[in-house]
């Protein structure tokens, strides 16, 4: 197995692929050993919608992008009721569609995204894109592995999906019968062997059943017992293929099951299943190519483990035994990964605290509450935000700037009139000449125009306040040596929006009305009225003496006066006008900052949840069923934890890295930019994985600093087999008590039931079929000086009677110690997940219920119930069928069955002559006394020989009889009769032989 291809079908396939790429970047060393051995590997994944691919965190190691490239992703897209009739017009379609009705109502009634659980909708994509799929299989992957250097003409497949929904359960069977109908040679050595992975599951359901969830996985695994025992003769999908049937061999090595509740009873979740079945696919492929198991332990890890073939289910047909199984993964290890995970998520921890809180415990570190901000602070920052507003006040900035030069070029007006004697008789000149240059010529268009056009300039200027202040929050934040608490941003700027608005309360003065209602006067204009009576007294002699310039020089500077009050007044309602949007805009300001507050909370709350839980796992040494065990210093790990929170400058240091990458996250983008991460789910994945590649730097660094000052031991560096030398080097017993104990709680993630009928039950004792299950346990041993101990220490773990395969090889981790678990079952029938699942699915046959039966199943045979059957019979059934059979049996044409001087023997033909088995006395009493052994023995005689002397005409034959008895039977008993009835009976037990 040189060549492999992941295939992820549906959603929970394209997880699959996430974790397994995950697994090969955690054990990175083996995935480099494995390319030097020339094993090549490539990934596709097929579905009909695209969500999995934007879970960017799916796709991410703690900031390393991990996600497949675009070809190796193959979207199945959508259909249209249009669609349906040219689909069904197709010959490769056509003999499976079934009620197209039904099909198009489901399209046109509802946006369908996916397959959106329904079966045979899955399966109908798979048609639509069948060419794509098959060249994006055959040419592109297959053929592109076969020609890497040094690769070899051959390829294994894994094929990973979940049989709830639509995709992986409609698409799984065409799947593996094309790649089947194209590589013929399942052999593991040069040829194209197919392992199916799948999850299934009867009691968890929840949000996620739309009605079709757990008749689907019933479905689906009854098809697919069909399909790896010969009896399911499906059409190939493409248009190609031209409808021909599926007539292949030996389609799938192992089909390997992972359900929610584990062998040993414990509840196991989705994405504990998910990575179980990610590291176990992995470790098998690697355990091969390390080459040095035995052979037996081989044949197991690549389903090559089958006994001769021999009568069972399906009962008419010999099945390949083994080809089910459960597997599981457990190791014993110094966890690097996990202890570098866990001070990475510590350092991002107390860094978001920091960030959010600032508020340092002496005993604790930085904690998340948030401290009252000092008095003395509060006004530094708050003086500063408010400068920023107020510094482009026009009763600042242009107020002054304006008086001053209208003043200086009112002076020049005067200058004008006191040298043009027509222009100085009069007083009232320069009052409109002031007047009109106020009006028309200041500023070259006059003040009021100007002051219009300053107005249409406020969105800007608060805009660039906005920023401004935005930036100065920014900075604060990322101030090294005491930052601004991202929670008391908002209470800042409660303060400044008070301070602001107490500033535009009183931004306006006005003198009061009079209460005559005549237009009200400030005391210049009053001064100004006096004036112009004083001047009319004025005589000629006191114009000459100067008492005319000096009027004219007073008028000048009170009416300059006034309009300077006047340029003072269009500042006044220009700030006040920037004041009123700048506060809106402010409280926008304040909205983004809670969003952004929110964002890092959550990213605390989940970061603080995951290292809890880390640290938990490695405190309890996760000894429960089917867990790792973890081999460390748990004190150093705690001592140093204790250090780094108690350590003010490392963690400032954290913090500080933290904080310029989150702002790198928005680059050139001011912190409140933080409240469009909230808004996109993509976005808010992106930060969480940077700064958490962040957090990953920070530790390593922090663990390599602490480890050089001594303040701390390595904990990124111990060997498994050093540590137990250490342990075990004078206690052999100890240890072979403590791997006992270990190999003992491995676990595979299926159930099965306890009171199952094993293979003696049904072929006899005496033909050499082992008891189920049988267990494998592939042991990875580093290599150490140590690892003969264990290497003898496991073997002896090994009980007498055990019915398991155990082997060890060798790897290059000094770190791991690992067991690979397989569970090997004869039928899928011995699987908990599928006798729950069959009472669900039998529920909705006796209520006819026509759109799940259509929907669940992927052909109308499937909907009638035309499969051979996944269960054993009932025993009521079980005699029902024996007696039929012993009646057919008995035919001129068949003459299986004797029954003649009180004795009925079962014949069969055999190479050396005729060979019988004692039945009983008579048929009624060997119905009474049959044992399975016997049962079962007929039904294969009685198949074999319906087969050998009919051959595809069995058919027809057969329902002649079945014909001829019924109108015999009618014409001697009549159709009430009691004697009809049983006939019914037997009948309907014999028309399944056909079949």
Not at 227 to 249: A, E, F, I, K, V
Not at 434 to 442: D, G, N, P, S, V
Request: charged residues 25%; aromatic residues 8%.
């Amino acid at each position: 197995m040189k060549n492999h291809l992941f295939i992820g079908l549906g959603g929970q396939g394209g997880r699959t692929l996430a974790e397994i790429r995950k697994v090969m970047r955690q054990r990175e060393n083996d995935t480099n050993d494995l390319r030097a051995a020339r094993v090549n590997w490539d990934f596709l994944a097929i579905d009909s919608s695209m969500d999995v691919r934007k879970e960017k965190r799916a796709w991410t190691y703690f900031g390393e992008d991990l996600s497949l490239r675009q070809e190796d992703w193959l979207p199945l897209g959508s259909l249209s009721p249009a669609d349906v009739d040219i689909l069904a017009a197709r010959k490769d379609v056509a003999p499976w569609i079934g009620n197209r009705e039904q099909m198009k109502a489901f399209l046109a009634k509802m946006k369908v995204e996916g397959a959106n659980q329904r079966r045979r909708f899955g399966r109908l994509l798979f048609a639509h894109n069948a060419d794509k799929i098959r060249t994006g299989i055959f040419t592109q992957k297959v053929n592109g592995l076969a020609m890497r250097q040094g690769a070899t003409n051959d390829c294994c497949f894994h094929v990973f999906a979940s049989l709830a929904g639509g995709t992986g359960s409609g698409c799984i069977v065409d799947l593996v019968t094309a790649i089947r109908d194209r590589y013929p040679n399942s052999s593991m050595v040069g040829g194209y062997p197919i392992f199916v992975y799948i999850y299934a599951t009867h009691d968890d359901a929840g949000s996620a059943d739309v009605g079709y969830f757990y008749q689907n996985q019933f479905a689906a695994l009854r098809d697919l017992n069909a399909l790896m025992c010969s009896s399911l003769p499906t059409n190939l999908l493409g248009t190609d293929m031209d409808g021909r049937l599926y007539d292949g061999s030996e389609p799938i090595a192992q089909l390997l099951i992972t359900t929610s509740l584990s062998h040993s009873n414990a509840k196991v979740a989705l994405p504990r299943q998910i990575s179980t079945v990610a590291e176990s696919c992995f470790e098998r492929i690697f355990a091969l190519a390390a080459g040095n198991m035995n052979a037996a332990c081989q044949q197991s890890v690549t389903g090559q483990d089958v006994i001769a073939a021999f009568p069972g289910e399906p009962l008419v047909c010999a099945e390949r035994s083994y080809r089910f199984a459960g597997i599981g993964m457990r190791r014993w290890e110094v966890p690097h990964a996990r202890i570098e995970e866990l001070l990475a998520l510590d350092c991002l921890e107390y860094s978001l605290k920091q960030a959010l809180y600032n508020n340092w415990d002496l005993a604790k570190g930085f904690v998340d509450t948030l401290p009252e901000m000092s008095a003395t602070e509060s006004k530094v920052r708050i003086d500063r935000l408010c400068a920023c507003a107020e510094r482009t006040l026009a009763t600042k900035t242009v107020a002054p700037e304006l008086a001053s030069r209208f003043a200086l070029e009112t002076g020049e007006l005067l200058a004008g009139v006191l040298s043009d004697s027509k222009r100085c008789k009069d007083i009232t000149r320069i009052q409109s000449e002031i007047k009109a240059h106020y009006e028309k010529t200041f500023l070259e268009r006059g003040a009021l125009t100007h002051f219009e056009t300053l107005k249409l300039g406020i969105k800007d200027r608060v805009q660039d306040t906005i920023r401004e202040i935005d930036q100065l929050i920014t900075d604060a934040w990322l101030d090294s040596v005491s930052p601004l608490a991202l929670g008391h941003i908002s209470s800042l700027l409660d303060s400044l929006v008070l301070r602001l608005r107490a500033g535009l309360q009183n931004a306006t003065t006005s003198e009061p009305s009079p209460s005559d209602g005549s237009p009200p006067q400030s005391s210049i204009e009053r001064t100004c009225v006096a004036r112009a009576r004083e001047w009319q007294k004025l005589t000629t002699l006191s114009r000459w003496v100067g008492k005319m310039s000096a009027l004219l020089r007073a008028e000048c500077d009170d009416r300059t006066a006034i309009c300077i009050a006047g340029i003072q007044t269009e500042c006044r309602a220009l700030d006040n006008a920037f004041v009123t949007a700048l506060l809106e805009d402010l409280q926008t300001l304040q909205v983004r900052y809670g969003s952004a507050l929110g964002v890092l909370k959550s990213l605390l709350e989940e970061t603080a949840k995951d290292a809890r839980t880390i640290a938990d796992d490695l405190r309890s040494l996760n000894q429960g069923a089917g867990a790792n065990k973890y081999e460390f210093d748990q004190k150093a790990l705690d001592e140093y934890r204790k250090q780094f929170r108690t350590g003010r400058e490392v963690q400032t240091n954290c913090g500080h890295r933290m904080r310029l990458a989150l702002r790198a996250c928005i680059p050139g983008k001011p912190l409140s930019t933080l409240d469009t991460v909230s808004k996109n789910p993509a976005d808010n994945e992106d930060l969480e994985e940077a700064l958490r590649m962040t957090a990953m730097a920070s530790a390593r660094m922090t663990q390599q600093q602490m480890e050089a000052k001594g303040l701390a031991p390595n904990l990124l560096g111990d060997s498994l087999l050093d540590r137990l030398q250490d342990r075990f080097a004078s206690n052999p017993q100890a240890l072979q008590a403590e791997l006992s104990e270990f190999v003992n709680l491995a676990t595979s993630n299926l159930h099965w039931t306890g009171n199952h009928i094993q293979p003696s039950n049904i072929l006899g004792t005496n033909v050499g079929v082992s008891s189920m299950p049988r267990r494998l346990f592939v042991l990875g041993l580093p290599a150490h000086p140590f690892s003969a101990t264990l290497r003898a220490a496991f073997e002896g773990c090994r009980n007498a009677g055990d019915n398991f395969i155990y082997d060890i090889y060798s790897h290059n981790d000094p770190a791991q110690l690992r067991l690979l678990l397989v569970d090997y079952w004869m039928a899928a029938r011995f699987s908990t997940v599928v006798n729950e699942l069959s009472v669900t699915y039998v529920a909705v046959e006796k209520k006819h219920d026509a759109a799940t039966l259509y929907f669940c199943n992927i052909d109308p045979s499937g909907e009638a119930g035309a499969r051979v059957p996944i269960l054993l019979p009932s025993v009521q059934e079980m005699r029902e069928r024996f007696a039929a059979e012993l009646w057919l049996g008995q035919h001129p044409q068949l003459k299986v069955i004797e029954a003649q001087a009180g004795k009925v023997v079962l014949v069969e033909d055999l190479p050396h002559g005729k060979e019988t088995t004692d039945l009983g006395t008579s048929p009624e009493q060997a119905v009474d006394q049959a044992d399975f052994t016997k049962m079962f023995k007929v039904h294969c005689v009685l198949s074999d020989a319906l087969q050998a002397r009919f051959g595809k005409n069995r058919q027809t034959w057969l329902l002649d009889v079945l014909k001829a008895e019924s109108e015999r039977v009618e014409k001697d008993c009549g159709i009430p009769s009691d004697e009809f009835r049983s006939w019914e009976v037997r009948r309907q037990q014999l028309i399944k032989l056909q079949h």
